[in-house]
């Protein structure tokens, strides 16, 4: 290992190798280097093609790694600052389905904010383990969820001693922080571990002034998502560890779930886009949040919009916020965010991360343009101009705190019945609803259905959110537990 | 020794002039920058290896997207030019002696001093005092600009490279907005010829029509572009390019053109019917 430092890209480096050594495959994938198929070699390029491989000797193996993936996790975990990081390829998702799974076994309480992805939820339906929601402050102007305020984490802790975990959405979608360092020595004070979904905040660890990485704060584990702001292709993500988790049986965790076939191309990427973060990071991410900036700058002088940013601290719930996101408000121009979304891909070829009730948010990277920012900003101010109308009777709530009537485990497996939305007040929801993006459950399994999340759910569907989770796929009805 | 440029038009087609000596190569922040001697069509520059003018044709151009929406607008006086940095459309503006204002948007300032020092015949009037030249983005520039000009020219470089945001429908709804009432755009408009043209022409076409009340196109040749078959756009709040054109009154300005006059202006609305159903297609 001293060899190496973190300009090498031990995969990278070992896929250049192996192309060179021209090795007749008997092997999968069946492809054969792309000859087998050429109409997707065309698609994707002989290069793609020839590095589509499989585990072998001199590439390693993502399940057992010993030679060069070893070393590429380790060089990750030096960038990252972590004790150990794993290079994961089912997602993020499989990150923090990983990171629940070792902390909790069936029945297990883990405390966790209710605005979290639904990879969370999912986890628990896997593990068994049950959930303790801390309801999340709401900004009620804007109609988000904020960071875990500490004062309820305190409370949850001594509600809930025999807790097994804490699990921390940092930064939210939006760019909002918690105090992860309080929440941290709290949950280690009381013997619990720290997992932190940090899918949003790769750049917190390359660039500077940004909030404070889950790994900085002492966290045990963080699932970062590389393929978000670092870089890396779709898919790809990193799970990190702290010094007092053990990574052998960590290894053993995420292979349960894990394939044994991963995908080069994945890997690679993650290897790469890690090496230009720990050499090139800095500068990336000073562009990115001067673009951001300026954008925020120029839309909020449009009038009506806000692009929201650090004004927004309160020393507890918005802890801290996150620069390089480039969140705007937009009920004040009577357009909900799902509706200024659609236009801006309708009428102006210009499609953005997500819109919800009251939001949008574009998301910058490295890799914009100035002149792209410019028709980003003139695209908003002609939506204005040509289809804002008077704010007044724009719904803003957008968090509506869940009563937790069953574990998702238990709900998602008991059995069900089939019922129109409208008749389903007062049941026990079975599924899923949430708008994709941002993949926040508005309903998860377990939980009892209101005539306000119904309003709500029809609401979202008239504004053209894009609805999933649940088992009809227009969403009229709902699955409840047939009790 | 033979020296010659060559663009390629499509693909499959090479357009070449002779190159007797280069006078000035460079990369501003947004493109390379070239100017070229040649015999037959005398100094010609060109950006990131696309023409832009020679000094033997560009008074077609010219004339043509300044003249016509200057002869039907009964009253200009305040005008933005947005591209132009050669300053041709400046050149022929300045002739009005009604003109109060010339606005011109240039992100690229070396274009502006290249020409300056290369190009005396276009680059000839930024010394007017009624000339202003901001260098910035065009996007930008008329974001901020509300019900202030009579007429807007846009000289645009292609739809690809620095100067694609000024073929977007959020640039021609700005432009809209900055206009007064009865106000007039005029831009470059690509060619109908070859298909990629074509569908660049046709994009900017679709945008414009559902961003003005009247949108026209008319056409002018110009030897140097692909396939030498030109369009310009028209579009407007008000007045109709022909019906409410005034031929005789513009010729009492006594201002001597090459190539626009008052039978031409007509004429040039007159479309090839393949140009007039590509139109019609996206209208």
Redesign the interface.
């Known amino acids: 290992m001293a060899e190496l430092s973190q300009t090498n890209a031990p995969i990278y480096e070992a896929l250049r190798k192996f192309r060179r050594m021209r090795i007749v495959p008997f092997d999968v994938p069946g492809h054969k280097r792309g000859r087998g198929n050429m109409e997707l070699t065309e698609f994707l390029g002989e290069d793609c093609m020839n590095v589509d491989v499989n585990s072998m000797k001199p590439l390693d193996n993502l399940c057992h790694p010993v030679s060069v993936i070893k070393d590429a996790e380790a060089l990750a975990a030096e960038a990252f600052g972590a004790a150990n990081a794993f290079f994961m390829v089912g997602g993020t998702t499989s990150a923090v389905q990983s990171m629940l799974m070792y902390a909790c076994k069936e029945g297990d309480k883990i405390i966790m904010p209710r605005n979290v992805h639904r990879s969370a939820i999912n986890a628990l339906i896997l593990t068994g383990a049950v959930p303790v929601y801390v309801n999340p402050d709401v900004n009620t102007r804007l109609g988000i969820a904020l960071g875990m305020s500490v004062a309820q984490v305190e409370q949850a802790i001594r509600e809930n001693p025999d807790a097994k975990a804490i699990m921390v959405n940092n930064p939210t979608y939006y760019g909002i922080c918690s105090d992860l360092k309080k929440i941290t020595e709290l949950a280690h004070a009381h013997g619990m571990l720290v997992l932190v979904d940090e899918a949003h905040g790769t750049h917190f660890y390359f660039g500077e002034n940004f909030p404070l990485t889950a790994m900085a704060a002492g966290a045990d584990c963080a699932s970062v998502s590389m393929h978000k702001s670092g870089g890396s292709l779709t898919q790809s993500s990193f799970l990190l560890l702290g010094k007092n988790v053990n990574a052998d049986y960590m290894r053993q965790v995420i292979n349960l779930t894990q394939t044994t076939s991963a995908s080069y191309l994945l890997l690679s990427s993650l290897d790469i886009s890690r090496k230009r973060l720990a050499l090139g990071g800095r500068e990336i991410f000073a562009q990115t949040v001067e673009m951001a900036e300026y954008a925020r700058s120029?839309i909020n002088g449009i009038g009506g919009y806000y692009a929201y940013s650090k004004e927004l601290i309160n020393g507890d719930s918005i802890y801290d916020f996150d620069v390089s996101k480039l969140s705007i408000y937009t009920l004040p121009i009577g357009l909900a965010g799902i509706e200024v979304y659609d236009l801006l891909r309708d009428?102006?070829?210009i499609q953005i991360e997500f819109g919800d009730i009251g939001n949008v948010l574009a998301y910058i990277s490295v890799g914009d343009r100035?002149?792209d920012i410019?028709?980003l900003?003139?695209?908003l101010?002609?939506i204005k101009?040509?289809f804002g109308k008077d704010g007044a009777d724009m719904l803003t709530q957008e968090y509506i705190s869940p009563v937790v009537s069953e574990t998702p485990r238990k709900a998602f497996y008991a059995a069900k019945r089939s019922l129109p939305l409208d008749e389903a007040a007062g049941e026990i929801c079975s599924e899923f609803v949430m708008c994709y993006p941002p993949g926040i459950p508005i309903l998860a399994p377990g939980e009892l259905i209101t005539h306000e999340i119904i309003e709500y759910i029809k609401y979202a569907k008239e504004k053209g959110c894009q609805m999933t989770g649940t088992e009809d796929i227009n969403i009229e009805r709902l699955n409840v537990l047939d009790l | 020794m033979e020296l010659w440029f060559t663009e390629r038009h499509t693909p499959n087609v090479k357009f070449s002039i002779k190159v007797d000596h280069q006078l000035y190569s460079g990369n501003s922040e947004f493109q390379r920058i070239d100017i070229f001697d040649s015999k037959e069509f005398g100094r010609f520059l060109t950006l990131d290896g696309y023409m832009m003018l020679t000094e033997k044709d560009e008074f077609i151009y010219h004339e043509m997207i300044t003249h016509v929406p200057m002869a039907v607008h009964p009253n200009p006086k305040n005008i933005l030019v947005i591209g132009a940095g050669d300053g041709g459309v400046v050149r022929e503006l300045t002739r009005y002696a009604s003109v109060e204002s010339i606005d011109l948007v240039e992100i690229d300032e070396l274009v502006v001093e290249v020409c300056k020092k290369y190009l005396p015949t276009t680059a000839c009037r930024f010394d007017d005092p009624r000339v202003h030249v901001y260098y910035e983005?065009g996007?930008?520039f008329?974001?901020r600009c509300t019900d202030q000009y009579d007429v807007i020219i846009v000289d645009s470089t292609d739809p690809f490279g620095?100067g694609?945001?000024l073929f977007?429908?959020?640039?021609y709804?700005?432009c809209f907005?900055a206009l007064r009432d009865d106000g007039i755009m005029v831009n470059q408009h690509e060619s109908p010829f070859y298909d990629e043209d074509a569908a660049a022409m046709q994009r900017s076409h679709k945008r414009i029509v559902e961003s003005f009340p009247i949108s026209k196109v008319y056409q002018a040749h110009i030897p140097t572009y692909p396939s030498g078959h030109w369009l310009f756009g028209f579009a407007s709040k008000k007045y109709h390019p022909t019906n409410d054109y005034n031929g005789t009154k513009w010729s009492m300005l006594g201002i001597k053109t090459r190539y626009y006059n008052p039978r031409l202006h007509t004429g040039a609305f007159a479309l090839p019917c393949y140009v007039e159903e590509l139109l019609r297609d996206v209208e």
Do not use: H, L, N, Q
């Not at chain 2, 977007?168 to 640039?171: A, L």
């Open positions: 120029e009428e102006y070829d100035k002149r410019e028709r900003i003139s695209a101010a002609e101009r040509r | 983005d996007v930008k008329i974001r620095p694609e945001g977007t429908k959020e640039f709804g700005s907005k």
